[in-house]
């Protein structure tokens, strides 16, 4: 499996091939024309001068595609890539709408890799309507955790084994869920500066969070590192308040440490921090000429990175941090 990226106003706005190898893309800022893959829309301005940004996953032999339920997916014989978008409906006496729409999402997934045969979830992308605001008593990420966790209990699904995933913050628009699924389980990583995710106190939810910190997998020919949504948090608690170039600088720190695991699970893959791929997502646009200088400055001029503006998932973070690494086997 292959990683690229494509500027369509830099190639003359030109969509992308229709491609048999093509197993899904997500689209940054601006809708993706229609395309026989699924799309996750990434409905975040993108900064610094960009306009629009394609970016896709590419597998070696070709994809079938498909429709289950509210999912659009598509796969081949090893992973399956599949994109849910749902919009919010009424609450009931047993959730708010965004725990409903969260769990009825997350039950429509695990049911699609029941019936497909791709039993291991790997990588997640949720981005979630305004997910710093108070509904009913309650922070909307905080609803969007209790459906989560209600549909990894209804598919007897462990918390410890959760996949790398972000989840985010978007003005307006559907919940949207972005995940790669396969037949082999990937292997998690956590990180021994924070606790684990799914191990946070109820100070933060009546629901943890389910995801783990990163996780390493095998697509064939390459070993893949999953970073999951990093940010300036050691042990369970937000450090650094108000400083941005503080909260980047702890992130990157979070994330060299997961980096260093990854090695030592995957020696021979050759991880480094300038060897990742990277969305920075960060909760004040003005911010964004700081947070590229401090990631230039500790992982180099090079690095390759797309800055969004985004809402994090705690109202007290200021910038998050995603990467991914492909590393070909010897």
């Known amino acids: 499996m292959q990683f690229f990226q494509c500027d369509p106003s830099a190639s003359g706005g030109q969509p992308l091939p229709a491609d048999a190898g093509i197993l899904g893309m997500s689209s940054l800022h601006h809708p993706a024309p229609a395309l026989s893959w699924p799309v996750q829309r990434v409905r975040m301005p993108l900064l610094g001068g960009m306009q629009q940004l394609h970016e896709y996953w590419h597998s070696a032999t070709p994809c079938r595609r498909g429709r289950f339920q509210d999912t659009r997916f598509s796969a081949n014989e090893d992973l399956l890539y599949g994109v849910i978008e749902l919009q919010e409906g009424h609450g009931s006496d047993t959730g708010t709408a965004l725990q409903l729409a969260a769990e009825k999402a997350y039950r429509q997934l695990f049911s699609l890799l029941e019936a497909e045969g791709f039993p291991h979830l790997w ?5 979630v309507p305004r997910i710093n605001e108070m509904e009913h008593g309650l922070e909307r990420y ?14 007897a699904r462990p918390v410890d084994s959760s996949p790398a995933a972000c989840a985010l913050g978007v003005a307006e628009g559907p919940l949207s869920i972005a995940f790669l699924a396969a037949r082999q389980a990937a292997r998690g990583i956590e ?5 684990s995710a799914f191990e946070y106190p109820r100070q933060y939810g009546p629901r943890s969070p389910t995801f783990t910190r990163a996780a390493i997998a095998n697509s064939g020919r390459h070993d893949i590192l999953f970073i999951s949504g990093t940010a300036s948090i050691v042990g369970h608690g937000t450090v650094h308040i108000d400083d941005v170039v503080a909260q ?4 990157v720190a979070n994330i060299a440490v997961l980096v260093e695991q990854a090695s030592r699970l995957a020696p021979a893959a050759g991880y480094t921090l300038a060897g990742l791929d990277y969305r920075v997502y960060i909760r004040h646009a003005a911010d964004y000429p700081k947070v590229r200088a401090t990631l230039e400055q500790l992982i180099g001029r090079d690095i390759r990175a797309v800055y969004v503006q985004a809402d994090v998932c705690r109202s007290d973070l200021l910038v998050e941090v995603e990467a991914h690494g492909i590393a070909r086997r010897s």
């Open 123 to 127: 990588r997640v992308w949720n981005y």
């Open 191 to 195: 990180n021994p500066r924070q606790i």
């Open 248 to 251: 980047t600088r702890e992130t």
């Open 142 to 155: 905080r609803q969007f955790n209790i459906g989560r966790h209600q549909a990894f209990a209804g598919f």
